[in-house]
Nanobody
Framework: HVRLVESGGGLVQAGGSLRLSCAAS????????MGWFRQAPGLEREFVAG???????SYRASVQGRFVISRDNTKNLVYLQMNSLKPEDTAVYYC??????????????????WGQGIQVTVAS
């Protein structure tokens, strides 16, 4: 079992930046494909960004060029740097770990472990 804990959320003005961190409690963090998802009220959970075991990133189109996902396998951490934030980025953000992606990591069903989520609010 992998425990994931997110941090770094909060309230920011539109155009501002936040960096989310996700700490994983596992001795073999490097073998997991990792992802960030978000869920706004009344909407389904959606893929934001993913990073595989080779540190290859992927993004949903609406955050491409604004968000950067990275990982530090020596510290069991994955990050999501969010720049040029928009009010539509407001959501609860979740970190997730997959033993192996099957469809590129964009589907929640591909992930085995989830964090509790952290609120990000972007004020206009």
């Amino acid at each position: 079992h992998v425990r994931l804990v997110e941090s770094g959320g909060g309230l920011v003005q539109a155009g501002g930046s936040l960096r989310l961190s996700c700490a994983a409690s596992t001795g073999i963090f490097s073998v997991y494909d990792m992802g960030w998802f978000r869920q706004a009220p009344g909407l389904e959970r959606e893929f934001v960004a993913g990073i595989d075991t080779f540190s290859k990133p992927s993004y949903r189109a609406s955050v491409q060029g604004r968000f950067v996902i990275s990982r530090d396998n020596t510290k069991n951490l994955v990050y999501l740097q969010m720049n040029s934030l928009k009010p539509e980025d407001t959501a609860v953000y979740y970190c997730a770990a997959a033993e192996r992606w099957e469809y590129g990591g964009t589907r929640p069903s591909e992930y085995d472990f989830w964090g509790q989520g952290i609120q990000v609010t972007v004020a206009s």
